[in-house]
Protein backbone atom coordinates (compact mmCIF):
# COMPACT_ATOMS: atom_id res chain seq x y z
CA UNK A 1 0.00 0.00 0.00
CA UNK A 2 2.81 2.34 1.39
CA UNK A 3 4.07 1.64 -2.00
CA UNK A 4 1.65 2.78 -4.32
CA UNK A 5 1.09 5.81 -2.47
CA UNK A 6 4.75 6.82 -3.23
CA UNK A 7 4.42 5.93 -6.89
CA UNK A 8 1.19 7.84 -7.30
CA UNK A 9 2.76 10.96 -5.34
CA UNK A 10 5.47 10.67 -7.72
CA UNK A 11 3.39 10.47 -10.58
CA UNK A 12 1.68 13.59 -9.72
CA UNK A 13 5.05 15.33 -9.19
CA UNK A 14 6.31 14.36 -12.28
CA UNK A 15 3.02 15.53 -14.49
CA UNK A 16 2.40 18.69 -12.39
CA UNK A 17 6.44 19.38 -13.64
CA UNK A 18 5.64 18.40 -17.12
CA UNK A 19 2.41 21.05 -16.56
CA UNK A 20 4.85 23.60 -15.47
CA UNK A 21 7.67 23.63 -17.85
CA UNK A 22 5.00 23.56 -20.46
CA UNK A 23 2.96 26.71 -19.50
CA UNK A 24 6.41 28.44 -18.99
CA UNK A 25 7.91 27.80 -22.43
CA UNK A 26 4.29 29.00 -24.19
CA UNK A 27 4.54 32.25 -21.33
CA UNK A 28 8.65 32.40 -22.59
CA UNK A 29 7.26 31.92 -26.81
CA UNK A 30 4.31 34.65 -25.92
CA UNK A 31 6.60 36.55 -24.74
CA UNK A 32 9.13 36.14 -27.30
CA UNK A 33 6.66 36.79 -30.25
CA UNK A 34 5.13 40.15 -28.45
CA UNK A 35 8.83 41.52 -28.39
CA UNK A 36 9.31 40.73 -32.30
CA UNK A 37 6.32 42.59 -32.95
CA UNK A 38 7.08 45.35 -30.81
CA UNK A 39 10.11 45.50 -32.21
CA UNK A 40 9.18 45.33 -35.97
CA UNK A 41 5.92 48.13 -35.39
CA UNK A 42 9.18 50.39 -34.02
CA UNK A 43 10.80 49.40 -36.97
CA UNK A 44 7.91 50.32 -39.53
CA UNK A 45 6.91 53.71 -37.72
CA UNK A 46 10.51 54.90 -37.83
CA UNK A 47 10.71 53.95 -41.67
CA UNK A 48 7.41 55.70 -41.83
CA UNK A 49 8.39 58.97 -39.98
CA UNK A 50 12.01 59.34 -42.37
CA UNK A 51 9.65 58.82 -45.48
CA UNK A 52 7.37 61.71 -44.29
CA UNK A 53 10.32 63.64 -43.37
CA UNK A 54 11.92 63.15 -46.76
CA UNK A 55 8.49 63.47 -48.49
CA UNK A 56 7.85 66.81 -46.69
CA UNK A 57 11.27 68.28 -47.75
CA UNK A 58 10.82 67.34 -51.14
CA UNK A 59 7.41 69.04 -51.54
CA UNK A 60 8.94 72.09 -49.17
CA UNK A 61 11.74 72.05 -52.33
CA UNK A 62 8.82 71.55 -55.13
CA UNK A 63 6.98 74.77 -54.03
CA UNK A 64 8.39 77.10 -51.19
CA UNK A 65 5.76 79.84 -51.28
CA UNK A 66 2.56 77.78 -51.80
CA UNK A 67 3.92 75.72 -48.01
CA UNK A 68 4.63 79.22 -46.74
CA UNK A 69 1.01 80.73 -47.63
CA UNK A 70 -0.41 77.22 -46.08
CA UNK A 71 1.88 77.38 -42.74
CA UNK A 72 0.78 81.37 -42.19
CA UNK A 73 -3.14 80.41 -42.76
CA UNK A 74 -2.43 77.41 -40.69
CA UNK A 75 -1.01 79.27 -37.97
CA UNK A 76 -3.84 82.11 -38.20
CA UNK A 77 -6.98 79.57 -38.20
CA UNK A 78 -4.80 78.31 -34.86
CA UNK A 79 -4.51 81.30 -33.14
CA UNK A 80 -7.83 82.94 -34.11
CA UNK A 81 -9.35 79.47 -32.66
CA UNK A 82 -7.64 79.51 -29.58
CA UNK A 83 -8.61 83.68 -29.13
CA UNK A 84 -12.31 82.56 -29.83
CA UNK A 85 -12.23 79.62 -26.85
CA UNK A 86 -10.36 82.18 -24.13
CA UNK A 87 -12.89 84.86 -25.27
CA UNK A 88 -15.72 81.99 -25.00
CA UNK A 89 -14.41 80.99 -21.34
CA UNK A 90 -14.36 84.84 -20.25
CA UNK A 91 -17.32 85.13 -20.88
CA UNK A 92 -19.13 82.50 -19.10
CA UNK A 93 -18.84 82.56 -14.89
Do not use: C
Amino acid sequence: MDQSVFEQVGQQIDDTTHKATRAASAVADALEDSVLAARRAARDGADAAAELLYNTKRRLQRHPFETVAVTFAAGIAAGAAIGWIMRRKQIQP
